[in-house]
């Protein structure tokens, strides 16, 4: 029996991009959030909290962005062309957010405002940046032969916004749901609430987005086997528990963050979910697409020899890295107090 190589490195870029989603997600919308915290000192505890983990969680892009690159070349030389300024308005915020991330704890104490709206404003931009490129994918992108025919801000569109809109709203809820876990006190009441807030606005923003990509893909209407005037139940019902793992988390956020007795980790669990619930209604859309409609990812592989190759150093990468993420989040489990810092 051989191994299908491109399915392989496809279920392993799958895995990479959900990963950073889950993870890079909720340290970008604490980020986001930080300018809202009650005062300074709440905004170190914020600072705390992410300080073992941040810049890990960013290990998952770089795996993502690389294997697409290395497995999948044929698709990279399209999406990078039709992408390049959301995905360099991305890395500008990432820089920025890390470097503000130092100088906010080892810079002038008269700066630190000045460091706290730069690691606010990075979290932003790199938020609303992978918004606009997953609008632009989800979109479509005009291709002609294998390579990319349309122009530079074809991405630039109301849709596109709406979804980064949504992906700030999903990772706030990501974040505040970090805070829920992590913090205590007023910060850990604040939390609660922006989850609140955070679940109500993720579930308008992806009525109204999964709406519109019906609406703008017809294609994906009927893979979810709904008609203009009708719906195919037999097609659609098998589909039906990816909405309703997308509503029971949304709910699990926002009953967990109002109630007092909950377990801390619900809003948490919640936000993945939905997160989930999201990411399959997108394969079940596109698949086996890597190029919406224009690319599959085995017209868009590399040689045999190559993903066997590369598969060999993901092999042995690859459990080590998990393994490592799930030994510093062990080691630095349980709350983050008022006098935690980092340096």
């Given amino acids: 029996m051989t191994l299908d190589l491109p399915l392989v490195w496809a279920g392993l870029l799958a895995l990479a991009v959900l990963l950073y989603v889950l993870l890079d997600g909720f340290d970008l919308g604490v980020g986001i959030l930080f300018p809202f915290a009650g005062s300074d000192k709440d905004r170190d505890v914020m600072m705390a909290s992410i300080a073992p983990v941040w810049d890990g969680n960013e290990t998952w892009l770089v795996l993502g962005g690389g294997g ?9 030389a399209i999406l990078m062309p039709a992408l390049y300024l959301p995905v360099t308005f991305m890395l500008a915020g990432l820089i920025l957010r890390g470097v503000a991330f130092e100088f ?42 294998d390579h990319f025919a349309g122009g530079p801000l074809d991405w630039a569109t109301p849709y596109s916004l ?3 809109l949504g992906l700030v709203a999903g990772y706030v809820l990501l974040g505040a749901g970090w805070l829920v876990l992590k913090t205590e006190d007023a910060l850990h009441g604040l939390g ?5 807030r955070a679940s ?3 579930a308008a923003i992806l009525a109204m987005v999964s709406i519109a990509t019906l609406l703008i893909h017809p294609l994906i209407a009927i893979r979810w086997g709904i008609g203009a005037h009708q ?11 990816i909405p309703l793992m997308g509503a029971v988390g949304l709910l699990m956020a926002y009953a967990g963050a109002r109630s007092d007795t909950a377990h801390p980790h619900t809003p948490m669990v919640g936000a993945a ?9 997108l394969a079940v859309g596109f698949l086996p697409f890597i190029v919406p409609y224009a690319m599959t990812y085995e017209e868009a592989a590399s040689t045999p020899g190559a993903l066997k190759l590369i598969l060999i150093g993901a092999a042995i990468l690859l459990p080590v890295t998990l393994a490592y993420s799930a030994w510093v989040y062990w ?11 980092y340096h």
Avoid at 231 to 241: K, M, S, V, W, Y
């Fill in 192 to 196: 609660r609430l922006w989850a609140m």
């Fill in 231 to 241: 719906i195919d139940f037999p097609r659609f019902l098998p589909l039906l528990p």
């Fill in 200 to 202: 109500v606005a993720v």
């Fill in 68 to 76: 697409l690159m290395a497995a999948f070349p044929g698709a990279y």
């Fill in 331 to 341: 080691v630095f489990r349980g709350k983050v107090g008022a006098d935690a810092g």
């Fill in 162 to 164: 709406a979804v980064a």
């Fill in 104 to 145: 906010r704890l080892h810079g002038r104490n008269r700066g630190k405002p000045f460091w706290t709206w730069a690691f606010a404003g990075g979290s932003l931009l790199a938020t609303l940046s992978q918004g606009l490129v997953l609008g632009g994918f989800i979109q479509g992108i005009k291709v002609e032969g």
């Fill in 273 to 281: 979910l939905a997160f989930l619930s999201g990411y399959l209604g």
